[in-house]
């Protein structure tokens, strides 16, 4: 149990909606960031908040968000959801920004079904 | 071009015996990181060991080594005495952009390793 939670486990949903998930870090660690896995695109860096504040960007679209509240759980908000959107939706949370050495804490993941 | 490559889609392992997971990495940075994570059938992801660019050894962590080499640009991943359990994929990634100030985060497709008894 690396300590990161994320909910829910599982999700399905039609084309066209909305859907947001969540993610509480390890207690301590300011940093979280959102990773996507899919069998075509593999795992994609998507975006990384620190201390609520974006920290860097990666493969984001455009029809993704995410933020990070002042308790420092984290949302991904993702909208006009599509077939190819479908995949394991991991977060991860790490001590600080990620400058240096840094171990990322992976949760356990959303796996998420677009119908 | 791929920033990240892991050529071995997949490898067999007899148990207790070393395997050397492959990565070779593309980058204009001159400060960059790179991890080993694996992923075992369960889907958690697990951080296993972390080589930065300026690091003048190649880092350890217990069973697993990370054998960096700079100038060919590789950071293999060596298991040793391999255990049932260490059937998983295996990824390497890439944390680059400390230059620019705009960190990003690449991963290679991975290698699935299989234990074999």
């Known amino acids: 149990d690396s300590g990161v939670t994320q909910t829910p486990k599982h999700l399905i949903t039609a084309t066209g909606q909305r859907v947001t998930l969540r993610c509480s870090p390890r207690?301590?660690?300011?940093?979280v960031y959102w990773y996507q896995q899919s069998l075509d695109q593999g795992l994609q860096f998507l975006i990384q908040?620190?201390?609520?504040?974006?920290?860097a960007k990666g493969n984001i679209l455009e029809r993704f968000s995410a933020q990070q509240f002042p308790d420092l759980h984290s949302e991904l908000n993702l909208s006009s959801l599509e077939l190819g959107d479908s995949a394991l939706y991991f977060c991860?949370?790490?001590?600080?920004?990620?400058?240096?050495?840094?171990?990322?804490?992976f949760g356990p993941g959303t796996r998420l079904l677009v119908l | 071009a791929q920033k990240i490559t892991q050529t071995q889609p997949g490898m067999f392992v007899q148990e207790k015996e070393a395997v050397t997971l492959d990565c070779t990495y593309d980058?204009?940075?001159?400060?960059?990181?790179l991890f080993w994570y694996k992923q075992p059938s369960s889907g958690e992801m697990i951080f296993l060991i972390y080589?930065?660019?300026?690091?003048?050894q190649n880092a350890t962590e217990g069973r697993y080594s990370l054998n960096f080499q700079k100038a060919r640009k590789s950071a293999n991943l060596v298991i040793s005495a391999s255990q049932l359990g260490d059937s998983a994929m295996y990824f390497c990634?890439?944390?680059?952009?400390?230059?620019?100030?705009?960190?990003?985060?690449?991963f290679g497709t991975g290698t699935r390793l299989k234990v074999l008894a």
């Open positions: 991860a949370s790490s001590v600080t920004a990620g400058i240096f050495q840094e171990t990322q804490y």
């Open positions: 207690s301590g660690d300011l940093s």
């Open positions: 980058t204009s940075d001159p400060s960059y990181g």
């Open positions: 908040y620190y201390n609520g504040e974006e920290r």
């Open positions: 990634a890439m944390r680059e952009g400390r230059q620019s100030g705009t960190y990003k985060y690449i």
């Open positions: 080589q930065g660019s300026y690091d003048q």
